[in-house]
């Protein structure tokens, strides 16, 4: 069974600074991409940021470019997401989710598509204050 469970949300002010992780546990393999989606009450799951299985390539949103970072972490199948200068706007649930090892690889045109990822965890609320 697998599980995916994520960590490190929580409420900051404005301009601050969280890191979220995320491990996937229970998959048959190793080479899986992995990225983040967030959900702000009343609006739709949008793409954040992802990362290759290798750790090579990485993608964003506009709206995280130059603020945070995808990378994966020590464990296998594991992500992180360091989010600076945090904006109001920035609140939401984020979701870690782990891509099909069968499907395409991750690229520009496919990363925010939601059916590229088989498996999600159950989401951490990220607040920010003014």
């Known amino acids: 069974q697998v599980q995916v469970a994520e960590s490190g949300g929580g409420l900051v002010q404005a301009g601050g600074s969280l890191r979220l992780s995320c491990t996937a546990a229970?998959?048959?393999?190793?080479?899986?991409?992995m990225g983040w989606f967030r959900q702000a009450p009343g609006k739709g799951r949008e793409f954040v940021a992802a990362?290759?299985?290798?750790?090579?390539?990485?993608f964003y949103a506009d709206s995280a470019k130059g603020r945070f970072t995808v990378s994966r972490g020590n464990a296998e199948n594991a992500v992180e997401l360091q989010m600076t200068s945090l904006k109001p706007e920035d609140t939401a649930v984020y979701y870690c989710a782990v891509a099909s090892p069968y499907g395409p690889a991750l690229s520009s045109n496919n990363v925010g598509s939601l059916s590229l990822y088989d498996y999600w965890g159950q989401g951490t609320q990220v607040s920010v204050s003014p």
């Open positions: 229970g998959l048959p393999f190793t080479t899986v991409s």
């Open positions: 990362v290759s299985w290798s750790g090579s390539d990485t």
